[in-house]
């Protein structure tokens, strides 16, 4: 079956809930046993089953197993947020003394517990270059354990060179971590030589913007124990209702994709042809850098993307920003919804490579809304930025 077929029907158990057609929510701590002996039968494999509220639910279990047949790996852990999901993986696989390797271009909170929770921890990090692919292996010590992907980079989109990144680290006897987010349906990470897949969960499989969720798939049952077992001395336990919507945007996830694709493919070729723009940022274009890896690796796109502009005071893009119908301001992505950020300055941070665009820099979610509407707005947003600019 395709895969859009499988994500219908993965985690979906009708005959045990007299027929319906979607898990219902379960809203349990505490779980009762028969016997003593089923009691202490559960307590001996507590992962298994039903046993305590914060182990999970019917519900819970029934989204980590959908997830893990969209990402193609052995097991999926739920987590209360995409960045809870990243911190959960990392504080699995390191400890005092280990070295880690972080892409550059990580998500900013990423890059915020790396230096602040890892650090104290007594773990190193060193940043490096999102184009090193196979060059990683120079960056490898003895007492690496993890080098962290992300593809393509959430702000300035880089895609990397996964299956190079995965040879050279298990090489030399460290993990692969990749933070799946934008390929979501996309990129096979367990196929390219990923080890631990780490989706925000809240972005296009929840795709409603109203629930926080994260998780992470683990290619082999070794793995997804060490992960289970780390969450769950942390207490970490997300909520059932949040499953649920989890469960409500996976449904729908492979048409909502193709219209998001669809329209950000079509809004990106519109604005290269345009005079204010120096430059676009979304692998699924020919022009971009990334290109070439993105048709190997992925068999799609989605609906993030970056712009470069011309050179333009802050004024005048702000004024562009400020007067969108549709684009939103909002920090997130992969909902209904349309949304942009600026992301020039603080926004990006870089401390192996140098990320310097010649003007502003802009980052667009193209939402469900009809492209042609989603047009006009970009077009009377750079008549702002003109008049603004003058």
Same mark, same amino acid.
């Given at each position: 079956?395709?895969?859009?077929?499988?994500?219908?029907?993965?985690?979906?158990?009708?005959?045990?809930?007299?027929? $319906?057609?979607?898990?219902?929510?379960?809203?349990?701590?505490?779980?009762?046993?028969?016997?003593?002996?089923?009691?202490?039968?559960?307590?001996?494999?507590? !992962?298994?089953?039903?046993?305590? #509220?914060?182990?999970?639910?019917?519900?819970?279990?029934?989204?980590?197993?959908?997830?893990?047949?969209?990402?193609?790996?052995?097991?999926?852990?739920? +987590?209360?947020?995409?960045?809870? $999901?990243?911190?959960?993986?990392?504080?699995?696989?390191?400890?005092?003394?280990?070295?880690?390797? /972080?892409?550059?271009?990580?998500?900013?909170?990423?890059?915020?517990?790396?230096?602040?929770?890892?650090?104290?921890?007594?773990?190193?990090? +060193?940043?490096?270059?999102?184009?090193?692919?196979?060059? &990683?292996?120079?960056?490898?010590?003895?007492?690496?354990?993890?080098?962290?992907?992300?593809?393509?980079?959430?702000?300035?989109?880089?895609?990397?060179?996964?299956?190079?990144? *995965?040879?050279?680290?298990?090489?030399?006897?460290?993990?692969?971590?990749?933070?799946?987010?934008? %390929?979501?349906?996309? !990129?096979?990470?367990?196929?390219?030589?990923?080890?631990?897949? &780490?989706?925000?969960?809240?972005?296009?499989?929840?795709?409603?913007?109203?629930?926080?969720?994260?998780? &992470?798939?683990?290619?082999?049952?070794?793995?997804?124990?060490?992960?289970?077992?780390?969450?769950?001395?942390?207490? $970490?336990?997300?909520?059932?209702?949040? /499953?649920?919507? %989890?469960?409500?945007?996976?449904?729908?996830?492979?048409?909502?994709?193709?219209?998001?694709?669809?329209?950000?493919?079509?809004?990106?070729?519109?604005?290269?042809?345009?005079?204010?723009?120096?430059?676009?940022?979304?692998?699924?274009? *020919?022009?971009?850098?990334?290109?070439?890896?993105?048709?190997?690796? !992925? +068999?799609?796109?989605?609906?993030?993307?970056?712009?470069?502009?011309?050179?333009?005071?802050?004024?005048?893009?702000? $004024?562009?920003?400020?007067?969108?119908?549709?684009?939103?301001?909002?920090?997130?992505?992969?909902?209904?919804?349309?949304?942009?950020?600026? +992301?020039?300055?603080?926004?990006?941070?870089?401390?192996?490579?140098?990320?310097?665009?010649?003007?502003?820099?802009?980052?667009?979610?193209? %939402?469900?809304?009809?492209?042609?509407?989603? /047009?006009?707005?970009?077009?009377?947003? !750079?008549?702002?930025?003109?008049?603004? #600019?003058?």
């Amino acid at each position: 079956m395709k895969k859009s077929t499988r994500i219908l029907h993965a985690g979906r158990k009708p005959e045990q809930f007299h027929g $319906a057609v979607n898990p219902p929510v379960y809203h349990a701590s505490t779980i009762l046993h028969p016997s003593v002996e089923a009691m202490e039968k559960s307590g001996r494999n507590p !992962f298994e089953g039903v046993r305590y #509220g914060r182990f999970g639910t019917p519900t819970t279990f029934a989204l980590e197993e959908a997830v893990a047949e969209l990402e193609g790996g052995h097991r999926t852990v739920a +987590t209360s947020s995409g960045l809870a $999901a990243i911190t959960g993986a990392l504080l699995a696989f390191l400890k005092a003394g280990d070295h880690l390797l /972080m892409v550059d271009t990580a998500y900013f909170p990423t890059r915020k517990f790396c230096d602040t929770v890892l650090s104290g921890l007594g773990i190193e990090i +060193t940043y490096y270059d999102p184009l090193a692919g196979a060059g &990683i292996k120079a960056l490898m010590r003895p007492n690496t354990k993890v080098v962290f992907t992300e593809s393509p980079g959430s702000l300035t989109f880089e895609v990397q060179d996964i299956p190079a990144i *995965a040879e050279a680290a298990h090489a030399a006897g460290a993990i692969v971590m990749m933070d799946n987010t934008w %390929g979501v349906l996309h !990129f096979q990470p367990f196929t390219k030589g990923v080890d631990v897949s &780490i989706q925000a969960a809240t972005k296009y499989i929840v795709g409603h913007a109203d629930a926080m969720l994260g998780t &992470i798939t683990a290619a082999t049952p070794e793995l997804w124990l060490k992960v289970k077992t780390s969450l769950a001395a942390f207490g $970490a336990s997300p909520g059932t209702e949040e /499953m649920y919507l %989890g469960l409500r945007g996976l449904r729908t996830l492979a048409v909502r994709l193709r219209q998001h694709a669809e329209t950000a493919l079509r809004l990106t070729q519109w604005l290269e042809t345009r005079p204010e723009v120096e430059s676009i940022l979304y692998p699924p274009l *020919a022009s971009d850098p990334g290109h070439a890896l993105w048709k190997r690796d !992925f +068999t799609g796109g989605c609906g993030l993307f970056g712009v470069i502009l011309k050179p333009a005071s802050k004024a005048a893009v702000d $004024a562009m920003l400020d007067g969108y119908s549709h684009f939103k301001l909002g920090f997130s992505w992969g909902g209904f919804e349309s949304l942009v950020i600026p +992301t020039s300055g603080h926004s990006i941070i870089r401390t192996a490579t140098s990320w310097a665009p010649k003007g502003p820099s802009l980052r667009f979610h193209a %939402g469900l809304e009809d492209a042609d509407d989603l /047009m006009e707005d970009l077009e009377r947003g !750079f008549g702002r930025l003109a008049c603004a #600019g003058s």
